[in-house]
């Protein structure tokens, strides 16, 4: 089929998400490997966002390529019932890789209907209603998990469902209040979230839903103590404390959860993305042993179709082999110190940027109009000029292929790139934030 077929049923044809349709401009791409893409006319694009920060392993991985054939061969699909070698092998991979107070897995097909299963289960199990989530986070947008979403793409499913609290990040960048470290800040908003634990009703409240570390919204990393904060409250309360690691689980963070950078034991994980890098879509809920116990006498009302597909989890066993065997989390950590290197030296030169946040291979540029009074760059939820469209278009001229948000540039490569690959791509940044520079 030829670039322009692709193109036109494309957009004729397609409702292409978190877009207007007239004007939609996609590329079509022929063939990828690696960190790299290429369109028809042989032009090559650098995958800096790792597609939907999913791709961890890169395109064309040949180990999960071949294990799903391989499965492919014996069965593609069987219901949850009946026993499955590979869905039984990840889950067993997946909790050993856990801390050693979790217990089983459910699965689903990605990470929205694990934060709505997840959410299910904390009731289920505690008997409570009420869930407690952020005002910048995205936790997926059908409507359970677009309750539980805190940014813009909740609008369209309000007034929404009762029972749903938000409540604000530990977002200093942005905070009125100076703090003289970061375990003041954690401490300060710690107490103003148990303060409206108390407010709502702590004997109604099921759960704390946190992105581990907030992502699309800004890579809003919580500082000291403050996750330590967040579980005494849940443990003071018999609250559920989940944390969605859908974009930042599987070595995203130079740790294979977000949470062991914080040495803080969840009751429920949610994951996705990064369990099969998207090669066949995924995604579970992982639960405490006291959960999993739990649910030995009482029915656990939840279930999917394709819960736990066959070819899906035979790409994530191999997902999570490529892992270990590549010692993948050694070049996250490797390849993230050069990441950060390069945005400390984007921070220091360009007016436009703010802040820079970073932690493995996961990052944020967040742009400011003035460097002194931190006036974002475009409003919270409005950019009516297109300035951040217009700088991600310039990023792809040079072949350098990421998306945005709000006032934020994600940079969040395949774990496999190289410190050189990075150097390289970096380069093309601080080019088009020249041109940002001129438009504060």
């Known amino acids: 089929m030829s670039a322009e077929t692709i193109k036109f049923n494309h957009c004729n044809y397609n409702l292409q998400s978190w877009s207007k349709q007239k004007g939609i401009n996609p590329i079509p791409i022929q063939k990828a490997d690696g960190i790299y893409m290429w369109d028809f006319d042989g032009n090559r694009y650098s995958d800096m966002s790792s597609q939907l920060v999913n791709l961890n392993v890169g395109h064309g991985n040949r180990a999960i390529i071949d294990a799903i054939k391989e499965q492919a061969e014996k069965y593609c699909y069987l219901s949850p019932s009946y026993g499955s070698e590979p869905r039984g092998e990840l889950a067993k991979m997946i909790i050993e890789l856990m801390p050693d107070n979790m217990g089983k ?126 579980r005494a409250i849940c443990d003071e309360f018999g609250i559920m404390m989940i944390c969605d690691e859908v974009m930042a689980g599987f070595g995203r963070t130079g740790k294979m959860f977000a949470f062991e950078n914080f040495d803080v034991k969840p009751d429920i994980v949610s994951f996705a993305k990064g369990v099969t890098c998207g090669y066949v879509q995924l995604g579970g809920v992982v639960v405490s042993k006291e959960i999993a116990a739990y649910f030995d006498n009482h029915l656990l009302s939840c279930g999917l179709t394709y819960s736990g597909h066959p070819l899906a989890c035979a790409a994530g066993v191999a997902c999570l082999n490529f892992y270990k065997e590549t010692n993948i989390l050694e070049n996250v950590n490797a390849s993230g110190k050069v990441l950060g290197e390069c945005l400390e030296q984007l921070k220091e030169k360009h007016e436009s940027v703010g802040d820079v946040r970073y932690i493995g291979l996961f990052s944020a540029i967040e742009l400011v109009k003035n460097r002194k009074t931190r006036e974002p760059f475009v409003e919270y939820g409005k950019d009516p000029e297109g300035k951040m469209g217009r700088l991600i278009g310039l990023l792809k001229n040079e072949g350098f292929m990421t998306y945005s948000h709000e006032n934020m540039i994600l940079i969040s490569p395949p774990l496999i790139i190289t410190p050189e690959q990075v150097r390289e791509e970096m380069a093309k940044v601080d080019e088009v934030l020249a041109e940002a520079d001129k438009m504060v």
């Open 105 to 230: 897995v459910f699965f689903t097909n990605g990470g929205a209907d694990a934060n709505e299963n997840a959410v299910k289960i904390a009731r289920m199990y505690t008997g409570r209603q009420k869930v407690f989530s952020r005002y910048r986070s995205y936790h997926g947008s059908t409507y359970g998990a677009g309750n539980l979403t805190g940014e813009p793409r909740r609008y369209p499913l309000e007034p929404g469902a009762p029972g749903f609290v938000k409540f604000f990040d530990p977002y200093i960048y942005r905070e009125k209040i100076s703090f003289a470290s970061e375990e003041q800040a954690g401490e300060y908003y710690v107490a103003k979230l148990r303060e409206q634990v108390i407010y709502e009703g702590a004997d109604n409240i099921a759960a704390i839903v946190m992105e581990t570390i907030t992502g699309s919204n800004g890579v809003i990393i919580p500082p000291k103590g403050y996750l330590k904060g967040v």
